[in-house]
């Protein structure tokens, strides 16, 4: 078969034959469709992710669309190693697959599943979402981002915050379901106060936090000028975009009730990971979830690897 396949690592893709699969008890032998590009496809294909096979070769392509041996269409995660979502055939356990509705294409299946899966898990699993909860997405201008606010308003939000480093972006979310937007483009300070207005006004109960780094510390400190919170702030880190490390004055952890948690491999039990990658994909077309999608062909894998795409989620597809 055709895969996407690196013999080393940080190595870009090459497209290139790979051994077919062989059938196996407890996993599906699926004909891929599509699968999408995302920072952990890179980082596991890259072998600097915790969860990384360190198999090489290896075929690259943490999941992806597709249909099994009897005819089901199915997103699935997780091959198993050494085989990928990128390629015309791959092994994946039974229980790493879900089945699509019928009336979501593949390309937009494989764009949406991996976020959806990470926003799901941190609004529900990590955040214990309840209806009409406040939620503050800190970085809602990139595509997971924006997809977590359409999600948070579907799971019952009554109220999204959004943060982000692009305008045009930020104008574009306030149609998706934010109800405020701070620009992180403005003076820190100034950013810093907005924050605190939404922290002493209706309050905020949840925190997804995309971005980390120096923007996480402006949050915190804006919280840690507040007095008499009282109802408890879960704060959960999904994404570093912005740095891995923040500092963080003892003062804010005594001065109010808040949790601090992450949503990623390790944090919770995976099966409540594959439960969220269904609801989300089952939420595609009732919530009218919108995320811009760039198809290509596979065999175009070494070419697109590192190309920018700007705000659209590349999705390979092997037809």
Known sequence: MKAAIVTQPNQTPTYDDFEDPAAQDGCELISVTASALFPLTKARAAGSHSSSPGLFPMVVGVDGVGTTHSGQRVYFCMPAAPFGGMAEKTLVPTA?????????????????????????????????????????????????????????????????????RDAAALQ??????????????????????????????DGVDVILDYLYGQWAETLLAAIGRMRGITRPIRYVSIGAVSGQQITLASA???????????SGIGSAPWKDFI?????????????????????????????????NTGKSRVVFVTE
């Open 275 to 307: 439960s969220a990658a269904g609801e989300a994909l089952h939420a595609a077309q009732p919530a009218r979830l919108h995320i811009d999608t760039t198809p290509i062909p596979l065999a175009n894998v070494n070419q697109t690897w590192n190309t």
């Open 252 to 262: 804010v952890m005594r001065g109010a009730p808040l949790a601090l948690m992450g």
């Open 96 to 164: 790493n697959c879900v089945v699509l509705p019928e009336d979501l294409d593949d390309v937009r299946a494989a764009a949406l599943a991996n976020p959806g899966m990470s926003s799901v898990a941190a609004l529900k699993t990590r955040a214990d979402l309840r209806r009409g909860d406040t939620v503050l997405v800190n970085g809602a201008t990139g595509a997971a981002g924006t997809l977590a606010v359409q999600l948070a308003k579907h799971l019952g939000a009554g109220k999204v915050i959004a943060t982000g």
């Open 172 to 201: 574009r979310v306030a149609g998706l379901g934010a109800d405020v937007t701070i620009s992180l483009l403005d003076d820190p300070q100034d950013v810093e106060d907005a924050l605190v207005e939404q922290f002493g006004g």
